[in-house]
Every structure is written in C-alpha cells, then in structure tokens.
C-alpha cells in the first residue's frame, strides 16, 4: 500500500530554516503530484505547496519566497526547504500524494511538527 513518511520537523527560531522530507513507497512516485499541508492549532488544515509531476509548482501567498518545494524521482522523495521561518508557520506539516490546487490526494503522511519560537 501508499506509504508516505515525513522526516525534518523540529524546533527553530523566528528567522531559521528547516528541510522536510516526504519518502513515498507502494505508489510509481514520478506519476504523481505531490503536496506539503499544513495544520496549526485551532485552524483547518491548508495547502502550502505543490509540485506536479513534471516540476511545475505553486505556492500559498503566505508562503512565497521564502518556502521551495523540490522532488527526487530517483530517491521518491519531495522535499520543502522552509526558510525565514516564521511563528505563524508553526503547525503540524503533512506530505500529500495526488494534490491538485483545488483538491488533496488519497495519500497522506502522519505529518511532522514544525514549531517556530524563540
């Protein structure tokens, strides 16, 4: 069956920077776009990113230059490099398979945390 395993949260200054990694198994990984969410406390859970499966991506307005999403087809991995990081990016980040912009996918990762605090 359709693994995703997220790997990378923790916890940063306001400022800081953080590389989080989805690995992807049971699924042929290049055929599929790919998807960073995110939840805060409190809030419904929001699209971050995407990347299609031939490399084109997007952004929520919150998140645009400062966050990159990137994937390996090689290593079935899509990354999401997260710099100057805020407090407000503070939320539980779950890697998703199949995302389009207006809909998540079928396939989600048990999400890692990400706290952003001095």
């Known amino acids: 069956q359709v693994q995703l395993v997220e790997s990378g949260g923790g916890l940063v200054q306001p400022g800081g920077s953080l590389r989080l990694s989805c690995a992807a198994s049971g699924m042929i990984f290049k055929s599929n776009n790919m998807g960073w969410y995110r939840q805060a406390p409190g809030k419904q859970r929001e699209l971050v990113s995407i990347?299609?499966?031939?490399?084109?991506?997007n952004y929520a307005d919150s998140v645009k230059g400062r966050f990159t999403i990137s994937r390996d087809n090689a290593k079935n991995t899509v990354y999401l490099q997260m710099n100057n990081l805020k407090p407000e990016d503070t939320a539980v980040y779950y890697c998703?398979?199949?995302?389009?912009?207006?809909?998540?996918?079928?396939?989600w990762g048990q999400g890692t945390q990400v706290t952003v605090s001095s």
């Open positions: 998703n398979a199949g995302a389009t912009l207006v809909a998540a996918g079928p396939y």
């Open positions: 990347i299609t499966r031939i490399g084109s991506t």
